[in-house]
């Protein structure tokens, strides 16, 4: 069987600022995210990913920042962006900052590149929407072409070439991880595929099962484009909180898993989360991972028979939670979930 990594993740969601002008809130979640970091790797979790936003409800708008931070205070955990936005962004910068990200760290910075499921970027940083496809393209094979060799020749339609330039620092083993995030659409895993990148894909609502195709055209596709089978490498992620009693944990945390999913979603024209739909996602075969340790146990496991994944992440720190409840979630998914799984998985292989 091949190894299974578990992982931690965050948008840093923190409530906007009170005062006018000031990054009070931004300072103390930031703060705190800085010590589950430090827990997660204290606790032997094999990588931490922060995700990338520029919204008032988000504490993180540059995550190499705060990973270089958390790499000075980190020993072994693996520290990636979950997920860079890509096309808002230029590719040199971002080699350039997750290569000190990886010297800072002795080896441990990842890159997870994504389109996003904001829009907030684009305007902000002046590119276009109706350049949302073409940019990420054009930027993701910069990028890779960077990390790849010192010295780079590029072209493309969106961006100034580069002729027979350096990029510098570089990264410590010679290449920096990069992984392709993805939301479901086919076109990104076939894309996955053709690059060889790992995939992640985020579950953040419904069923899992209904994502299986996905994954299936994923595998299917590398295996033809040359992946080796022992190679391949695939990503699940899905909302989590833990807590001693799994009735309890829900009840607990209900309240801010409803008013995050309904502050994102009025943009989007979700209905308001009922406490219904809530519970659909907490059944054995939902979505959400939201109980005890037990249940939270058995729905890894479920999905891993889905997936066959490689990676695990888990978003176990969301919404506006307190961050005492937080830690204990993380505690009780590395030292009481974690173990629990690959237990059952060498049984079960």
């Not at 409530?15 to 010590?35: C, F, M, S, W, Y």
């Not at 970027?121 to 393209?137: H, K, R, T, V």
């Not at 100034?160 to 895993?189: C, D, F, K, Q």
């Amino acid at each position: 069987m091949k190894k299974i990594e578990f992982g931690l993740m965050t948008f840093a969601d923190a409530a906007p600022e009170t005062v006018p002008g000031k990054g009070i809130n931004a300072h103390q979640r930031i703060q705190d995210l800085l010590e589950e970091i430090k827990l997660a790797d204290e606790l032997g979790i094999d990588v931490f990913g922060i995700g990338e936003h520029h919204r008032p409800d988000y504490a993180v708008s540059s995550p190499t920042t705060v990973l270089a931070a958390a790499a000075a205070i980190t020993k072994n955990i693996k520290l990636t962006s979950a997920v860079t936005v890509l096309s808002s962004e230029d590719p040199v910068r971002v080699y350039q900052q997750f290569a000190t990200v990886d010297a800072i760290s002795s080896g441990r910075a990842e890159i997870m590149a994504g389109r996003g499921s904001f829009i907030e970027s684009f305007p902000l940083f002046g590119f276009d929407l109706n350049d949302y496809d073409q940019l990420f393209e054009e930027k993701l094979d910069l990028l890779l072409q960077i990390n790849r060799s010192e010295k780079v020749n590029w072209s493309g339609k969106l961006r100034a070439p580069i002729h027979g330039l350096g990029v510098y620092p570089r990264a410590l083993n010679g290449e920096i991880p990069v992984w392709l995030a993805a939301g479901g659409t086919p076109a990104s895993a076939v894309r996955a595929a053709k690059l060889h990148l790992p995939l992640m894909l985020a579950i953040i609502g419904g069923m899992p099962r209904q994502f299986t195709p996905f994954i299936d055209l994923y595998k299917k596709s590398a295996l033809e484009n040359g992946v080796k089978p022992e190679d391949l490498q695939v990503g699940i992620n899905n909302h989590m909180f833990i807590g001693e009693n799994g009735e309890k944990a829900a009840d607990d945390f209900f309240p801010y898993y409803a008013q995050m999913m309904d502050r994102v979603g009025r943009s989007r024209g979700w209905q308001p989360m009922s406490r219904d739909q809530f519970e659909y996602m907490r059944t054995p075969e939902g979505s959400l991972m939201v109980g005890s340790v037990e249940q939270v146990v058995e729905k890894i496991l479920y999905e891993h028979r889905l997936f066959g994944f490689t990676r695990f992440f888990a978003q176990a720190s969301l919404g506006f939670v307190p961050h005492e409840m937080t830690m204990k979630s993380i505690e009780l998914f590395a030292t009481k979930v974690i173990p629990e799984v690959k237990r059952r998985l060498e049984i079960e292989n």
